[in-house]
């Protein structure tokens, strides 16, 4: 396991190009599994994540292959065997994206229960009660979803009882095999959805009602795509840098951006103090002296991100004043906390609330990140802090930021990687 080891303050300057989204590749490429042609991405980021779907596509007898000069991955799809093993399915919670496309594509599924994580418990019974809802007989045996539909899928109206993310996109999968037309109510409006459902688009899919909270999918035939998907940029890694430049006082410019995507994220900013120049693809981060507390919970989209929690707690650290941030998508995201306290944060936790008192200096510590968005907050707490600070068990972190580490030293910041520490 790597470690990073982080002398701050930072004083970071210059662009920073923020690379393709963790949330949209994984269900695109899961996607890829009904199609019966090889097709191709570009702007694939290089994540764990998708090294660890790539290996699970594998498993089940979908080829890849990397075109590292022209940065692009082609899949080679097909299913020999409709199984995704708990060995990838622990290690990333999205496995349990194939179980739509498995389901949809030959008819069963057999696919390992995900379990909770340092966040939250994370069920996936809303899938599998939709599932039902098209018809499939579902089993849980061993750890272990066993679904079924012998004669085929069958259209249904469904109501999610709480907006879910890869909910949504396992049910619009399965909802193109299904005989007829299928209403996805109360369905997840994140931007990753949208790009899931403008890809099945551009394939043949016949869906209305993209972007919003009741999708309309008519069952049919699709076809692989005839020329290269682009993954857009990662609104959440977007976010990040601007925790950055936030806290550390950069003044950034992040280039290859979709600011559309991140209207709450700025807004919360610029109650804090933050000024923004953007352009359609470009955000100039322009950072305060002083900065504002603020009050808010985290939502579906287009609430403020819970991915983006823990990132905007630490910026709160430097704000005049104390700040209170409700986690309202999942139980346990808080792990950083007692981290960010080892730092010198005064950060208290009532229920799902953080109260967090702005204004104290955060210092080097040894510390240990608990989960993805986690190691990004401890490391932007890190490079603003004074003295050292090592972020222990950083894998984490390589799940879902492409090279953090080597963007943040040609910036100029302090960082280095201790291999197998
Ligand atoms: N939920 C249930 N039952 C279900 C499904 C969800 O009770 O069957 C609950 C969850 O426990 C949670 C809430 O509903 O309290 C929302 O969960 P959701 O299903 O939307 O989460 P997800 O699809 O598992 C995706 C992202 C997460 C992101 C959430 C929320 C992917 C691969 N993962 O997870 O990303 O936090 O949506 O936006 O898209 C990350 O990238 O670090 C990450 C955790």
Redesign the pocket.
Known sequence: MDSLVIKGPASLKGEVTISGS??TV??LLFAGLVFDEPFSFSNVPRLWDVETTLQLLKSMGTESQWNKEEGTLTLVPKITMPVAEYEWVKKM??GI?ALGPLIAKTGEAKVSLPGGCA?????????LDALKKMGAEIAVENGYIHAKAPKGLKAAVIDFP??????TENLMIAALFAKGTTHLKNA?Q?P?VTHLAEFLKSCGAKIDGIGSGHLVIEGGAIQAPRSKVAVPPDR?ETGTWIAIAVTTRSPLRLKSVNPGELTEVLDIYRKMGVGFETTSNEIQVIPSEVYKPVELETA?YPGF???MQAQLLVSCCFAQGTSRIREK???NRFMHVAELRRMGAQIEIEGNCAVVKGGTSLQGAPIMAT???ASACLVVAALAAQGTTTISRIYHLDR?YQKLDQKLKRLGADITRLSGV
Do not use: M, Q, S, Y
């Open positions: 963790k949330n994984l269900p919670r999205a994206l966040i939250g418990a994370r069920p996936v019974n809303f899938h709480e907006v879910t993310v890869t909910g997840a994140e990753e959440i579906p991100p819970t991915d998508i999942f139980e989960d993805l968005r879902g």
